[in-house]
C-alpha cells in the first residue's frame, strides 16, 4: 500500500524566506515521488519528480526536494519565496507497476510581504 | 502540444440528477485518471483508464462511472447526484502505463450541486 503525509495544512513565510513544505511517504515498493503546485481555479501543474536517479531534484521555480529513505521524506524546499510562490501544493506517490497515484492532503502556503 | 482540455468548466445541477464529463487528454497519452477534489478531503482518487480499460479504481460508490474511448478521450457519469458530489473533477492523462510518467492536469469542471 502507498500513501503521503503532508505535515502542516498551512504554511507562512515572509517574502525572501526559506519555504520548506514536508512530505513523508509509505510504500511497500521503492516510489515514484512527485511534487504538485495548484494556483486558483487551477489544474495541478507538476514541480518535480523523483524516480530513483539522483536524491536531489531540482524543479521549476526554484524548487528543490530531497528524497531520504531512511526517513522516508521527500521535503519541498525554496531559498527564498517570492509572491508569486503563493498556492496549495501537493505531494504524490506512485509506484512502478500500475498508474495510480496517492496524493497528500496537501499544503496551502502563504508568503508574507 | 495541447494540454488536457475539459469539459465543461462549470456546471450546476440538481439533486437527482446525472452528469456527464468529459476529458481529452494529451496527444499520445493512454492513461487518463480521474480525481474528486473537495477542500476536506483533499484529491481523491476516482478511476484510471488504460487504453479503454478500467485499470484502477477508488472507492466511490457505483454511481460514479465512467469510461474511455479509442482515441484516449474520456468520459465519467455521476447518476442521482447528491449535494455531497459538488466539487472539483480533474482528469489527468499519462503517457504510460506505470508510475514512472507524471500525471498532466486539466483545469477541471467545477460541479455544483443544489
Known amino acids: 500500500a502507498q500513501s503521503v503525509t503532508q505535515l502542516g495544512s498551512h504554511v507562512s513565510v515572509s517574502e525572501g524566506a526559506l519555504v520548506l513544505l514536508r512530505c513523508n511517504y509509505s510504500s511497500s515498493v521503492p516510489p515514484y515521488l512527485f511534487w504538485y503546485v495548484q494556483y486558483p481555479n487551477q489544474g495541478l501543474q507538476l514541480l518535480l519528480k523523483?524516480?530513483?536517479?539522483?536524491?536531489l531534484v531540482k524543479g521549476i521555480n526554484g524548487f528543490e526536494a530531497e528524497f531520504k529513505k531512511s526517513e522516508t521524506s521527500f521535503h519541498l524546499t525554496k531559498p527564498s519565496a517570492h509572491m508569486s510562490d503563493a498556492a496549495e501544493y501537493f505531494c504524490a506517490v506512485s509506484g512502478p507497476t500500475g498508474n495510480q497515484f496517492y496524493f497528500g492532503t496537501g499544503t496551502s502556503l502563504t508568503v508574507i510581504p | 502540444k495541447a494540454g488536457v482540455t475539459q469539459t465543461p468548466r462549470y456546471l450546476i445541477k440538481t439533486r437527482g440528477q446525472q452528469v456527464t464529463l468529459s476529458c481529452s487528454p494529451i496527444?499520445?497519452?493512454?492513461?487518463v485518471s480521474w480525481y474528486q477534489q473537495t477542500p476536506g478531503q483533499g484529491l481523491q482518487f476516482l478511476f484510471e483508464y488504460f487504453s479503454e480499460t478500467q485499470r484502477n479504481k477508488g472507492n466511490f460508490p457505483g454511481r460514479f462511472s465512467g469510461r474511455q474511448f479509442s482515441n484516449s478521450r474520456s468520459e465519467m457519469n455521476v447518476s442521482t447526484l447528491e449535494l455531497g458530489d459538488s466539487a472539483l473533477y480533474l482528469c489527468a492523462s499519462s503517457l504510460s502505463g506505470t508510475g514512472l510518467f507524471e500525471q498532466y492536469f486539466g483545469p477541471g469542471t467545477r460541479l455544483t450541486v443544489t
Open positions: 496527444s499520445g497519452h493512454r492513461s
Open positions: 523523483y524516480t530513483s536517479a539522483a536524491t
